[in-house]
């Protein structure tokens, strides 16, 4: 069974993709979801239509107001859709433990809906080729940790992505206009833990590089055999994950898999069409590959607002993750604020802030750990992030924009002499989007 829904997948992802190709700016009216036929973005009057979009990872929801491109193309039955977007960085950091790199992150998403009795299938994949633009399984970001790549840990650096980051299938029961259920199978997929993870969501879509607390937030947004039960009633929505709690190996190309041993569940409340909180909780068994014995209770909790503007939007997210070993019961915690402004048709303005514990394996510099090692947290890191950005060129239906951030820590004193006392990070990028 789990054969077929991969094999399944990967054909709708082929034809998804070279459907998308013909797709026109006047886009035909999808029959589960409205959409303003003047502009290439889907609208939504309600929380089950937007959770009908599917237009995120998992069953996530951002508020109703989020702009959401598509290219899109009815073909018999079915609704074919493409969204996807590359960054080409470069990347200079200062201070004894910096880097400097050339690489690509970017994800690509194919979907497929079609309305089945009194509800919609989805069928949906999320690739990535970062196995292939990111070399050496990482890529240069200070104070950065988590999972491990050839039995060292990943320290002061991000890991790419997999090509397989999502394949789903969802379906949505439509119960009455109020009241739906969702059912949703993955073989990789996002379990019902957390907020839309950091790629996908609008309050940090120009940033290229992922939050310093991304593994106590939203790292199980790719994560093994995933099934979720979830029942939506009007502004709430309460959900139940199954799913395989160890965080992906070195190895990025293939499926991984692993028997079902860790749990979330997660409640969302959409009050109003620009407003959007969640809480969630679970339990991750064995999550970090250096440390299979040490399972971790994760608890997230975020408040998004979205502004929608005239030539524009405006979206902003607060962010408290929070991880507890459950063998000695040591905790850390994540704060995050985020905004992007995107204003005048072109131009964007994005910000970030974190602080964030961080665990005694930075300390190892990435070298490998002893056997006997015990991780736990020990200090508290600061990162603020400032970027631009302003779309050039005109080629249709994508999105052509060249932006820079720039990246600077507050850094405690124990770790000064590793680190300099400002070290900075400055990046330069060219995105791609569809549109």
Not at 100 to 115: E, G, I, L
Request: hydrophobic share 35%.
């Amino acid at each position: 069974m789990r054969n077929s829904l991969l094999y399944l997948l990967v054909s709708i992802t082929l034809s998804s993709a070279s459907v998308a190709q013909e797709t026109s700016h006047q886009m035909p009216m999808p029959s589960m979801s409205g959409m303003d036929n003047n502009n290439p973005t889907l609208q939504t009057r309600s929380m089950i239509e937007a959770l009908e979009q599917h237009a995120t990872s998992g069953t996530d929801i951002e508020p109703i107001s989020t702009p959401k491109e598509m290219l899109m193309h009815q073909c018999g039955g079915w609704m074919l859709m493409f969204h996807g977007e590359a960054f080409i960085n470069e990347l200079q950091q200062t201070g004894p433990r910096g880097g400097d790199k050339f690489f690509s992150t970017n994800w690509f998403m194919p979907m497929a809906q079609r309305s089945i009795g009194h509800g919609v299938l989805t069928l949906r994949s999320m690739l990535s080729l970062e196995p292939a633009t990111v070399s050496d399984r990482r890529y240069p970001e200070l104070f950065q940790q988590g999972e491990a790549a050839y039995g060292k840990p990943i320290i002061d650096a991000q890991h790419p992505h997999d090509f397989f980051m999502e394949l789903a299938a969802i379906y949505d029961y439509n119960i009455n206009e109020n009241t739906a259920i969702s059912f949703y199978a993955a073989p990789v997929g996002d379990p019902a833990m957390g907020p839309p993870a950091y790629p996908h969501r609008a309050s940090a879509s120009e940033d290229p590089l992922a939050p310093l607390g991304h593994h106590l937030e939203d790292s199980t947004h790719i994560a093994d055999d995933v099934v979720t039960v979830g029942i939506t009633y009007r502004h709430l929505r309460l959900e139940g994950s199954g799913f395989h709690g160890r965080e992906p190996d070195e190895y990025r190309w293939d499926v991984d898999s692993g028997k079902i041993d860790s749990w979330s569940t997660r409640l969302t409340f959409i009050p109003r069409q620009n407003w959007s909180f969640q809480y969630s909780i679970g339990e991750l068994s064995g999550p970090e590959g250096l440390f299979p014995d040490e399972s971790v209770r994760r608890m997230t909790a975020s408040l998004i607002y979205n502004r929608p503007l005239g030539r524009g939007n405006w979206a902003s997210m607060a962010l408290w993750g929070r991880n507890q070993n459950l063998q000695n019961t040591n905790v850390g915690n994540a704060f995050l604020l985020e905004s992007t402004l995107r204003f005048l048709d072109k131009n964007s303005l994005w910000m970030r802030a974190e602080n964030v514990d961080r665990t005694t394996e930075l300390l190892s510099s990435g070298s490998a750990l002893p056997a006997s090692s015990v991780d736990s947290y020990f200090t508290r890191i600061q990162a603020y992030t400032a970027g631009y950005e302003r779309n050039i060129g005109r080629i249709p239906h994508l999105s052509t924009a060249l932006g820079g951030q720039l990246t600077w820590h507050g850094v405690p004193d124990l770790l000064r002499k590793d680190y300099g006392a400002h070290p900075i990070g400055g990046l330069i990028f060219l995105r791609f989007r569809t549109r």
